[in-house]
């Protein structure tokens, strides 16, 4: 019954737990990446919610029977799409003590521990990233969330609606999708957002400061620019620094959605391509990216982490009883969230089990690998480099596969049931299809992207039908090219 258990039916099956992910964890390197599902291969779970109780040795054996069998694993070595979840098991058994001890970082009368520990952590975060020191901020699930509560301190520094001039807000027509709902969530009108036209990607700051201009001449109130760190599609990195001297100029704050990205300034590869993130007035990262994390935890980080209980601080009698009179400590009023779980906990265990400087050269490893597919592709007749290395996201080719789409697609599909088999995916840059890898997971081998390219030739001048034809007819997505399949905040 629910509350109470036999102890040692309980610890057998914590066991059999803590066996699967460590089994998972090792067999990483061996394993394939997984297969894609039918919906008939799910069927079985259909079913109304059982009213009787059943065994939790049969229940965990149709888990593994009959559900973890039907997934893409994006922590496997020789999954590159998206942006991988190369998550290390050190952080993933953190986790699981922190959920199964129920901890929580809702305040500090209640969780002083937990909620030191995750204060900690983001001014560590905060210090790697080059913010000065007193920065800090608050753990969220992911970067959506830390994009979303950005806005909303940079919005409170006009004051409670209605304000004497409209808010604007700008940023890149490559701006994460979170970007754009977060406004929407927000208030913010269409009028009141300016997605301004990239070159190569990247945000223009001539192109900001006339923006500026112009609304201000309308009488508007110019209120923050988003720039990003690592687009998603191929890693373009915003010029910061320029960015920064426009919003320190015209008296604008400014944020940097570098949920991909911005983990690559610690390294010291990546560290010069990211000049002016420290100069952000807010920073979102999510260390389930390249932190190696498990999935959902994002941070966001700002220079003034007080002005988070300036806008979330709740006034509720029951629950200022339970607060810290200055708010500074009390996470529950740092954040949308209330009541909320002990994310950082996995962090600040990776750190310290494996230091700093181990998290470091994994990043720089994820840029090294880049490097390497970037030069092989360039060495290799036949295949043609679009975009990169950019950070750790390489777009590049095969020119069998000419200029059709469901050719790339084809190829996608069928490296999956290779051995080894490899989860690639197609995009398009400026218009063209072609494929997209990011290589941050530290697990993936030089001999891992070598294979790769070995196997996209022999598919790609194998292929049954000739692509040497005319483009596609097919009217592509207009969203094709801006944003790659799996990318998640």
């Not at 799910?42 to 109304?48: T, V, Y």
């Not at 923006?211 to 990003?228: C, E, F, K, Q, S």
């Not at 983990?263 to 990546?270: D, E, K, Q, S």
């Not at 880049?370 to 060495?379: K, P």
Request: hydrophobic content about 40%; charged content about 20%.
């Amino acid at each position: 019954m629910i509350g109470r258990h036999d102890a040692g039916e309980l610890r057998r099956l914590a066991h059999a737990v803590a066996d699967l992910v460590v089994d998972h964890h090792l067999g990483l390197t061996t394993a394939s990446p997984g297969r894609r599902a039918r919906p008939a291969d799910l069927a079985w779970l259909d079913e109304p919610a059982p009213r009787d109780p059943t065994p939790a040795d049969a229940v965990l054996s149709q888990v593994t029977g009959g559900i973890l069998p039907h997934l893409l694993k994006a922590d496997h070595p020789r999954s590159f799409a998206g942006v991988p979840g190369p998550a290390d098991p050190v952080a993933a058994l953190a986790d699981a003590l922190a959920t199964g001890l129920n901890l929580t970082t809702v305040n500090w009368s209640l969780a002083a521990g937990p909620s030191q520990v995750e204060l900690v952590t983001a001014g560590w975060l905060a210090a790697a990233l080059g913010m000065p020191a007193g920065s800090g901020g608050v753990f969220t699930s992911g970067g959506s969330v830390a994009n979303l509560t950005a806005i909303a301190v940079a919005r409170d520094r006009l004051g409670p609606p209605p304000h004497d001039r409209v808010p604007i807000v700008y940023h890149g027509d490559q701006a994460h999708p979170s970007v754009g709902r977060a406004l929407r969530v927000l208030g913010f009108a269409p009028d009141q957002i300016r997605v301004l036209p990239c070159d190569d990607d990247r945000l223009v700051p001539d192109a900001v400061r006339a923006a500026v201009t112009a609304d201000r001449a309308a009488g508007r109130r110019p209120l923050m620019v988003i720039a990003t760190a690592g687009t998603t599609n191929t890693g373009t990195v915003d010029p910061l620094a320029e960015l920064s001297r426009v919003c320190r100029d015209e008296g604008l704050w400014f944020h940097v959605d570098g949920a991909f990205g911005a983990a690559a300034a610690l390294g010291t590869r990546g560290s010069p391509r990211l000049d002016g993130l420290s100069e952000a007035d807010s920073i979102t990262v999510d260390p389930h990216k390249w932190l190696f994390q498990p999935f959902g935890l994002g941070c966001l980080l700002l220079r003034e982490p007080g002005a988070l209980a300036g806008t979330f601080h709740l006034g509720s009698d029951y629950l200022t009883a339970m607060h810290d009179p200055g708010q500074s400590r009390d996470l529950g009023t740092s954040g949308i969230e209330y009541t909320r779980p002990f994310r950082a906990f996995r962090l600040w265990f990776t750190i310290k089990v494996h230091g700093l400087d181990a998290v470091r050269d994994a990043v720089d490893r994820g840029l090294a690998l880049a490097s390497h597919l970037a030069a092989e592709v360039r060495g290799r007749p036949g295949f043609e480099l679009l975009t990169g290395p950019r950070l750790a996201v390489v777009c590049f080719t095969h020119r069998a596969a000419g200029h059709d789409a469901r050719a790339h697609q084809r190829i996608s599909d069928r490296l999956l049931d290779l051995t080894p088999g490899s989860l690639l995916l197609p995009t398009r840059v400026a218009g063209r299809p072609c494929f997209r890898a990011c290589t941050i997971n530290p697990r993936t081998t030089g001999q891992d992207l070598d294979t790769l390219l070995d196997q996209i030739e022999q598919l790609a001048v194998t292929e049954p039908e000739r692509h040497d034809g005319p483009p596609s007819t097919a009217t592509p997505d207009p969203s094709e090219g801006r944003r790659c399949p799996q990318a998640g905040h």
